[in-house]
Nanobody
Framework: QVQLVESGGGLVQAGGSLRLSCAASGLTFSSYHMGWFRQAPGKEREFVATISRSGGTTFYADSVKGRFTISRDNAKNTVYLQMNSLKPEDTAVYYC?????????????????WGQGTQVTVSS
């Protein structure tokens, strides 16, 4: 079955950096657009970033544009999220997602597969 396993979360001070990874299995990775969502306590899940099958097209939420970078390595079946200049409002559980239809979907309901999530906490 499809598995998306996130790693790399943790506690970091404001202004710091983290790199999240998501290892995919059970699917033809290069056939899927990949992405990241996040959910803070008491809030709805929100779109963070997506990347096309080849890695040539990316989309970002306005709140992370210029600070976060999504990338992928199709040889390793892995997608990454480099997060720089972190802010306390970036604190959330971050989820890896996969979809084989359209890149750039910002609605969580349109994604077929989800990881279990990794906690990112940014202290002020």
């Amino acid at each position: 079955q499809v598995q998306l396993v996130e790693s790399g979360g943790g506690l970091v001070q404001a202004g710091g950096s983290l790199r999240l990874s998501c290892a995919a299995s059970g699917l033809t990775f290069s056939s899927y657009h990949m992405g990241w969502f996040r959910q803070a306590p008491g809030k709805e899940r929100e779109f963070v970033a997506t990347i096309s099958r080849s890695g040539g097209t990316t989309f970002y939420a306005d709140s992370v544009k210029g600070r976060f970078t999504i990338s992928r390595d199709n040889a390793k079946n892995t997608v990454y999220l480099q997060m720089n200049s972190l802010k306390p409002e970036d604190t959330a559980v971050y989820y890896c997602v996969a979809d084989d239809r359209v890149v750039g979907n910002k609605s969580p309901g349109l994604y077929d597969y989800w990881g279990q999530g990794t906690q990112v906490t940014v202290s002020s």
